[in-house]
């Protein structure tokens, strides 16, 4: 158990290593040995635990994905209606440890490296395709199936936009302001869709 344990840590220390040297290079280009010598350890071990920078990249976004998931649980767990459940997602999703300089880069690198990389991709898509499904299924408790397809495509295109324009533009709304227009956006949504039922 000792060495299974360490082990993890290890590759935790390693994880989080990754996360911070692409964090201050402002991209990929950074090496196993830099990776390595963050974490205190050799590089040798570094590519015993992951065979490549590559795959210590996947890692390291797994870890960045884990801990988004854990804080959209986290906050759903609080939350008893459709409404606030979809509050919930957002909260999260603008949450101030997502937009940690080293998690952005991190999530920055991704969007880049899921052009190249089929497993990278891959992963993105199970990103995507989960935001998708946690809105949806909240949605079509409102409004029609239809309508909840199109507000949750708007949602996850604001969230998704929103946090790369805060990340690469120097005047960009603050963080607080982008939760609130994607908030407004939802209601407004919601509002319209209410009023188009009652005309019907």
């Known amino acids: 158990m000792q060495k299974i344990g360490a082990?993890?840590?290890?590759?935790k220390a390693m994880i989080e290593a990754a996360i911070v040297e692409i964090g201050?290079?402002?991209?990929?280009?950074?090496?196993?040995?830099?990776?390595a010598r963050r974490a205190g350890m050799s590089s040798a071990l570094a590519h015993h635990y992951f065979g490549s920078k590559d795959q210590m990249f996947l890692a390291a976004m797994r870890h960045v994905l884990k801990l988004y998931g854990d804080s959209v649980r986290w906050r759903l767990a609080d939350a008893t209606t459709p409404l606030s459940r979809l509050q919930a997602i957002i909260d999260a999703s603008?949450?101030?440890?997502?937009?940690?300089?080293?998690?952005?880069?991190a999530w920055l690198n991704?969007?880049?490296?899921?052009?190249?990389?089929?497993e990278a991709s891959r992963l993105l898509q199970v990103y995507a395709h989960r935001l998708h499904s946690n809105l949806l299924f909240n949605l079509r408790q409102?409004?029609?199936?239809?309508?909840?397809?199109?507000?949750?495509?708007?949602?996850?295109?604001?969230?998704d936009g929103f946090y790369i324009r805060h990340a690469l533009q120097e005047f960009a709304p603050a963080r607080d302001e982008v939760r609130v227009m994607v908030l407004d956006y939802l209601d407004l949504c919601l509002a319209r869709s209410a009023r188009t039922a009652e005309l019907a």
Do not use: N
Request: charged share 20%.
């Open 7 to 11: 082990k993890q840590t290890r590759r």
């Open 24 to 35: 201050e290079a402002g991209s990929l280009d950074v090496t196993v040995s830099q990776i």
């Open 94 to 105: 603008f949450a101030p440890d997502q937009f940690d300089r080293d998690v952005v880069a």
């Open 110 to 118: 991704f969007y880049v490296r899921a052009l190249q990389s089929p």
């Open 142 to 159: 409102i409004v029609d199936a239809q309508t909840a397809h199109g507000i949750a495509h708007g949602l996850a295109a604001m969230i």
